[in-house]
């Protein structure tokens, strides 16, 4: 099970940061991503991490502002939002991979979080 929250309202170019908590023992051995829908868009990737933390993917318009990390010791996921554009309005869901490939994928994560919500004002 896997719940993100840290949602919230911010102004452009400010930050916020996402947690999502994993229950399971096996969360150390997956991959973790974050992935956002903004209304009457398709989900789309914003950033993976591998089991160690070693690796790490972004999609392109989040690069250099958001960075995607893993605490394993307390099954916690982050990601932290800087210089937030009102694009970056979305509500953000994590998910987990077992198959240990960081990938920006949708269809390759097997479990979903039930998503927090995001608006960035301008």
């Known amino acids: 099970q896997l719940q993100a929250s840290g949602g919230g309202l911010v102004q452009a170019g400010g930050s916020l940061r996402l947690s999502c908590a994993a229950s399971?023992?096996?969360?150390?051995?997956?991959?973790m991503g974050w992935f956002r829908q903004a209304p009457g868009k398709e989900r789309e990737f914003v950033a993976g991490?591998?089991?160690?933390?070693?690796?790490?993917l972004y999609a392109d318009s989040v690069k250099g502002r958001f960075t995607i990390s893993r605490d394993n010791a307390k099954n916690t996921v982050y990601l932290q939002m800087n210089s937030m554009k009102p694009e970056d309005t979305a509500v953000y869901y994590c998910?987990?991979?077992?198959?240990?490939?960081?990938?920006?994928?949708?269809?390759?994560?097997?479990?979903w979080g039930q998503g927090t919500l995001v608006t960035v004002s301008s």
């Open positions: 998910a987990a991979d077992r198959s240990g490939f960081v990938t920006a994928t949708r269809d390759r994560y097997d479990y």
């Open positions: 399971g023992r096996m969360f150390s051995r997956y991959v």
């Open positions: 991490i591998t089991w160690s933390g070693a690796g790490t």
